[in-house]
């Protein structure tokens, strides 16, 4: 049974920093597309970032638009457990944050395309 847990939300100052980790259970992921979304209140679920490997070695990352640049994705299949660096957040960036796997290596924004979810983390950003 395929399980992810995030761990690493918390409250932190506007410009501040938080590393969101995503541990991964129950199958062989570096064949999986993994992906971060975020939802805040009143809100749809949005798409933030998205990553997955090629050959084994090299990934290919996408994110929206909003936190390029300041947002970092990884992934160490070694140990099952996708991360996200979150750099100069703003208020803005306060949500609940999800990861999530899908069983294909196809990239995609749509979260209904997601096969599993974590239970969430929650990010609050104080100005």
């Known amino acids: 049974q395929v399980q992810l847990v995030e761990s690493g939300g918390g409250l932190v100052q506007a410009g501040g920093s938080l590393r969101l980790s995503c541990a991964a259970s129950?199958?062989?992921?570096?064949?999986?597309?993994m992906g971060w979304f975020r939802q805040a209140p009143g809100k749809e679920r949005e798409f933030v970032a998205v990553?997955?490997?090629?050959?084994?070695?090299?990934?290919?990352?996408d994110y929206v638009d909003s936190v390029k640049g300041r947002f970092t994705i990884s992934r160490d299949n070694a140990k099952n457990t996708m991360y996200l660096q979150m750099d100069s957040l703003k208020p803005e960036d306060a949500a609940v944050y999800y990861c999530?796997?899908?069983?294909?290596?196809?990239?995609?924004?749509?979260?209904?395309?997601?096969?599993?979810w974590g239970q969430g983390t929650q990010v609050t950003v104080s100005s």
């Open positions: 990553i997955r490997w090629s050959n084994g070695r090299t990934y290919y990352a």
């Open positions: 129950g199958s062989t992921f570096s064949n999986y597309a």
């Open positions: 999530a796997a899908r069983a294909s290596m196809t990239l995609t924004t749509n979260p209904h395309a997601y096969d599993y």
